[in-house]
T-cell receptor, first 116, second 111 residues
Framework: EAQVTQNPRYLITVTGKKLTVTCSQNMNHEYMSWYRQDPGLGLRQIYYSMNVEVTDKGDVPEGYKVSRKEKRNFPLILESPSPNQTSLYFC???????????????FGPGTRLTVT | GDSVTQMEGPVTLSEEAFLTINCTYTATGYPSLFWYVQYPGEGLQLLLKATKADDKGSNKGFEATYRKETTSFHLEKGSVQVSDSAVYFCALSDGYNKLIFGAGTRLAVHP
């Protein structure tokens, strides 16, 4: 089954304790991205990766890191989490990204993170 | 910058009622437009899309028409079902690297 998987689905942690949220896709997609979803704000992009060689910041990258060592995986790293990073996180992938694309983005099930 | 504005929810309807969720956008170029749906506890799924002016996207009884003159992409369905209860997101692609989402509209359909 074609899918994007994320782990863990739920995580409660304390301020400053490093954590990683994994994301993996089995569709051989080039493009991957991380979003956070907050009430009243919709989804905002954190980081994206056009392919294994190109990774760049989205709209809200502060406090996050990513890594794209292989095509299928795109982990999100919080080196020192803070309470304002409490949110619902989604990983997404698509076949490619060209100007004016109509490639569908496939989303993972989400990771609900609480930082106390 | 580019942005998407959609009507605030929640929208509460009875089964078989007509649904409209308004969406307007601001963009410098000619974006592609999307509606995504998020069922409880799940990720987002593409519901429909339109890539140029006057295109109509449709799926599962939902429709939306890309109106360049009014910069709108309103979502409609003639007869909603309880199973349509979800959060609906309007989005545009900026042509470079990301989707820009509206805040989302929660729809609750009662029997």
């Amino acid at each position: 089954e074609a899918q994007v998987t994320q782990n863990p689905r739920y995580l409660i942690t304390v301020t400053g304790k490093k954590l990683t949220v994994t994301c993996s896709q089995n569709m051989n997609h080039e493009y991957m991205s991380w979003y956070r979803q907050d009430p009243g704000l919709g989804l905002r992009q954190i980081y994206y990766s056009m392919n294994v060689e190109v990774t760049d910041k989205g709209d809200v990258p502060e406090g996050y890191k990513v890594s794209r060592k292989e095509k299928r995986n795109f982990p999100l790293i919080l080196e020192s989490p803070s309470p304002n990073q409490t949110s619902l996180y989604f990983c997404a992938s698509s076949l490619a990204w060209t100007s004016g694309p109509s490639y569908e983005q496939y989303f993972g099930p989400g990771t609900r993170l609480t930082v106390t | 910058g580019d942005s998407v504005t959609q009507m605030e929810g929640p929208v509460t309807l009875s089964e078989e009622a007509f649904l409209t969720i308004n969406c307007t956008y601001t963009a410098t170029g000619y974006p592609s437009l999307f509606w995504y749906v998020q069922y409880p506890g799940e990720g987002l799924q593409l519901l429909l899309k339109a890539t140029k002016a006057d295109d109509k996207g449709s799926n599962k009884g939902f429709e939306a028409t890309y109106r360049k003159e009014t910069t709108s992409f309103h979502l409609e369905k003639g007869s909603v079902q309880v199973s349509d209860s979800a959060v609906y997101f309007c989005a545009l692609s900026d042509g470079y690297n990301k989707l820009i989402f509206g805040a989302g509209t929660r729809l609750a359909v009662h029997p």
